[in-house]
């Protein structure tokens, strides 16, 4: 557990507690068991059941409800599909660049908090969303805020095996309640790698299924939760039940083609425990920030938990700043020229296979360093080119920085 901070989990593990309540007053329901105590599961990695959970879609639920608790609040403005595309420091604060449908906007703001998620469209397969293209990270590395552990990428073992580009998520929870995983030849493997078996942490089942496909020569490998009570499989895991039966798999009498996939970031934009960056007035959140308390290999449903405790800090400590009086933005006019030339075609997918071959679950020194030549060279093609400011050029230009942050940390070692 590389570059772990014992004073961030700290905080976390004390505090946590107290946040999963909070949002329990907007809403967010937790399974329970028949008596009405909150129900618990096990993960990989963990030695005892304590995640609570919405079904199979504990994220989802809390951010259908905390959304909605945001369009009761008449002090938040919502300015939907929007694009940050440039954000500049300016006297007492920030000016943001946005798109919203074609159109350049400024806005200016205090205080700016980047909550933009994760880099996993860097890789040609993710359990990602199309939206996770590690803007936030560009954006504070623009900005010369620091970042840390880019690097620490993590390769979740039980993603469906099917051939979309964006694989779905068989859940730790799935292995937490029981499942076996299997080989090639239909057999349980784990035994030769660790101990744990099927509940050793994630880089560790990662990793052995990788020595395991070289062993056999084949990348094919299942969950079986075949053996549990069908109506509890349905009640317990109802959206990868419904995920699974799209592709023709029945999680309750098929086995689940599973091979690791990018699945999270554990570095980031560097913060402190008030989730403040190294740029006055700059905070950041979730999964695009770098808090120490994942280390180098995050722990199943501990993610949820690191955005509610860090949040609430940002926003403890930009209300204490305001509550100091501290100056205002200065406002000015901005010139927003978005014109050129569309971004070519083609670069993302070259970005993506370069980081597929030389930085996947075990690094390939040799891909590595030919790598970071060839991102490099597209980044300074997209950074000195007049191209037009689109969603598709910016994002383009986020996966190039990130896969060269990314690449530079591991070749430099």
């Known amino acids: 557990m590389t570059a772990l901070d014992p004073e961030a989990v700290d905080v976390l593990v004390h505090e946590g507690p107290d ?18 105590t909150i129900q618990k599961t096990l993960e990989g990695g963990h030695s005892r059941r304590r995640i609570v959970h919405h079904k199979d879609t504990t994220g989802a639920e809390l951010v259908k409800k905390l959304l909605a608790e945001a369009h009761r609040r008449k002090n938040i403005t919502q300015c939907e599909n929007s694009l940050v595309y440039k954000l500049e420091k300016v006297k007492s604060g920030f000016c943001a660049y946005i798109l919203q449908n074609g159109e350049a906007k400024t806005v200016f703001a205090d205080y700016c908090v980047l909550a933009t998620g994760g880099i996993g469209r860097v890789y040609k397969y993710t359990t990602n969303p199309a939206v996770a293209t590690g803007d936030g990270i560009r954006l504070a590395y623009e900005l010369g805020a620091a970042i840390k552990h880019l690097s620490y990428v993590q390769f979740h073992p039980t993603a469906f095996n099917g051939p979309d580009r964006e694989q779905f998520l068989i859940s730790e929870a799935v292995r937490g309640e029981g499942a076996y995983l299997l080989n090639c030849n239909k057999e349980r493997f784990m035994h030769r790698y660790d101990e744990r078996l099927e509940l050793a942490p994630r880089d560790v089942v990662s990793r052995s299924i990788i020595l395991e496909s070289r062993k056999t020569g084949s990348n094919n490998f299942y969950l079986d939760i075949t053996h549990r009570d069908r109506e509890y499989l349905l009640n317990r895991f109802p959206g990868i039940y419904a995920g699974c039966l799209e592709h023709g798999v029945d999680i309750t009498k098929d086995l689940i083609p599973v091979f690791p996939c990018q699945h999270y ?4 934009i560097d913060v ?3 989730a403040a960056t190294t740029i006055s007035r700059l905070y950041a959140v979730g999964e695009c920030s770098h808090t120490g308390v994942h280390g180098k ?4 449903s501990n993610s949820l938990l690191e955005a509610l405790v860090f949040g609430r800090r940002a926003a403890t400590d930009i209300k204490r700043c305001i509550d100091k009086g501290f100056a205002h933005v200065e406002v000015s006019e901005r010139e927003c020229d978005i014109t050129g030339a569309p971004v070519p075609k083609g670069m993302r997918n070259e970005i993506n296979s370069i980081m597929q071959r030389a930085y996947f679950v075990i690094p390939d020194e040799d891909a590595v360093r030919t790598g970071l030549k060839q991102v490099d060279r597209i980044l300074k093609r997209l950074q000195s080119g007049k191209f037009a400011i689109t969603p598709e050029y910016c994002e383009t230009l986020s996966i190039a920085t990130v896969a060269h942050i990314i690449l530079k940390e591991v070749d430099e070692g």
Do not use: C, E, Q
């Open 297 to 300: 290999n995050r722990l199943a």
């Open 272 to 274: 402190s425990l008030d």
């Open 19 to 36: 946040d999963v309540r909070k949002i329990m007053t907007f809403g967010v329901d937790f399974d329970k068991n028949p008596d009405g």
């Open 265 to 268: 970031l554990m570095g980031g």
